[in-house]
């Protein structure tokens, strides 16, 4: 089956550190750009961060430059999301989403599920 | 950054209707990178429109995209029962990667 399954959310206290995984199964992970989006409770869709195939063309949102560190392992079929100095208004669901081509960017044909990070103190 | 307008908010139609969103950006979006998804309560977004014209795999063709430049539109032909959801727009043509506030269609 073609999936993404999210993991690693959470409750995290402001300031604090989360690592948020994404695994892909089904499809040729090394094949396709991947990204994070994220949804604040209640609200619309934000791109957080992408990455291409080969880890040498990586972008971010304003909102987390310098706090958030996207990586990839295509051995093992997963992406990843570092966060760090964690804010209240980082509080969403965090989506892992394949992108259709190889290189940033193309639009995205497959989502994950979503997992929750909530900062609260 | 490309900013997106999607208007109206809010839709409240009934089954059989025809219904077109719109999605405007705050400067020209290249090469018509603009794409469509659907979000239900409590589900991730489903891609249906790419490239601002071609649907995605297994879309059915009552979906409709248009448009190029600043300007585009989806188009549902007939509203079926399972279409009441919420609408974004994305473009995917600079970065940072930017999605429209969506529109939500509610059954009338």
């Known amino acids: 089956e073609v999936q993404l399954v999210e993991s690693g959310g959470g409750l995290a206290q402001p300031g604090r550190s989360l690592r948020l995984s994404c695994a892909g199964s089904g499809f040729s992970f090394d094949d396709y750009a991947m990204h994070w989006v994220r949804q604040a409770p209640g609200k619309g869709l934000e791109w957080v961060s992408g990455i291409s195939w080969d880890s040498d063309n990586i972008g971010y949102a304003d909102s987390v430059k310098g706090r958030f560190t996207i990586s990839r392992d295509n051995a093992k079929s997963s992406l990843f999301l570092q966060m760090n100095s964690l804010r209240t208004d980082d509080t969403a669901l965090y989506y892992c989403?394949?992108?259709?081509?190889?290189?940033?960017?193309?639009?995205?044909?497959?989502w994950g599920q979503g997992t929750m990070v909530t900062v609260s103190s | 950054e490309i900013v997106l307008t999607q208007s109206p908010g809010t839709l409240s139609l009934s089954p059989g209707e025809r219904v077109t969103f719109s999605c405007r950006a705050s400067?020209?979006?290249?090469?018509?990178?603009l794409a469509w998804y659907q979000q239900k309560p409590g589900q991730a977004p489903k891609l249906l429109i790419y490239g601002a014209s071609s649907r995605a795999t297994g879309i059915p063709d009552r979906f409709s995209g248009s448009g190029s430049g600043t300007d585009f539109t989806l188009t549902i032909s007939r509203l079926e029962p399972e279409d009441f959801a919420v609408y974004y727009c994305?473009?995917?043509?600079?970065?940072?990667?930017?999605f429209g506030g969506g529109t939500k269609v509610e059954i009338k």
């Open positions: 994305q473009q995917y043509g600079s970065s940072p990667l930017t």
């Open positions: 989403a394949k992108d259709r081509s190889s290189e940033p960017y193309d639009a995205f044909d497959l």
């Open positions: 400067q020209t979006i290249i090469s018509s990178y």
